[in-house]
């Protein structure tokens, strides 16, 4: 199984070169990506805003939401990219067509993934630790679960500050380590807090931390902080 | 009808004092407010914290967890309080102790409704306009419609910003206007996005704004800016 997750905020040319560098790697000499924009209500701007983001990576995005039978797409593409938005509306969505299984599928017979955010939260059991809006409610907060761990995209440390006026004050809701414990009052799945532009690249039994730290929080135990870099095949072998 | 809805961040003493003036004005000369806790995992620890931090402006709290039928502590109830923590965790708990019609009838008699944060959530026709973590999945998103239009507690303007190392740098996840954006993509329902602090009190027809101001999302239209202050009156006649 080879599936390449990334937090998102790719929104600087450093992060945007990494990422796009690290897809030529994984992706290596196809031409076309089959993309799913369902995570965003414009499909086709998704795919044009990408195109002039470069975050395409040279390869050409073939947007699902043109094919008459998005499950035979899924069927016969040589390599799936799931791009971010609303969690909630993307999984949503495969629910109401039907991807799941064939999706599953493809992936497991080695068919090459890649998830930015909300596209990452759906490769974990469920989207239970993304950070969106419940805009529409799916059939089930079950997902693809590709990995047997959680992610918690754009993951940040501590409490959050926002613009009052000209300054920036503290903000009092829930921080995110506060949120992944009252995940964890409620399930025993491990969840991988991942920095912004952080991408887990696994191939097989190996897991890559690249681009960014992440922190790794289970169920009764402190945090663990993990470097870019860092091997973290022990993942896989998560309940 | 009488509905008293925080934002939450209740966290200065100003905040407090505000909260608790506003308290005592609404419930009158009652001594018990029924708490339910079912937001947060330790209910009794709850109720404590509150006591320490002078949230329950010297009424005494009831918690409902105590008693052994939570449907006749409802029915029996002189005043209701709702406290915040995971939006979809009260949710899920009102529906498996099948509380919201005896709340909805109670409160349409005329019991009087607190609800701070996720206690507001659950007072809008949906949770859809939560910030929350979706950390277990509720029967349904369809919460106790207490008032027509949506909340969004704890708003804030333009983009967060997080730490990193000493310093405090933006980060690239969804702004709240992005999110409720997203929501009347899917969503007709207006929402108030209200800032930490605020308060909406909903009597009878008439509907006022306190302690901070608000911003008035309706679909295809321009955001309203609400002052403290203002009567609302207008929002229940929203679709």
Redesign the interface.
Known sequence: MRVLLGS??F?TPERVALLCTTMRSFFGAMDRLLFLPYAL?DHDGYVQALLERGLNAGYTLEGIHRFPNPQRAIAQASAIYVGG??T??LLDTLYRLDLLDAIRDRVQQGTPYLGISAGSNVACPT???????????PA??NALGLVPFQINP?Y?????????GEE?VP????TREE??R??H???PTPVVGLW?AGLLRIEGAEVHLLGAAARLFRRGEAPQELSPGSRLDFLLQAR
């Open positions: 998102g905020g929104r209500h938005g609303n909630f509306r989207i239970k630790t993304t950070n969106d809006m419940p805009i529409v409610q089930s907060f754009h940040f440390d501590g409490q959050i500050h926002v613009r009052a920036l903000h009092f809701g829930e949120r992944i009252e995940f009052e409620m399930n912004e």
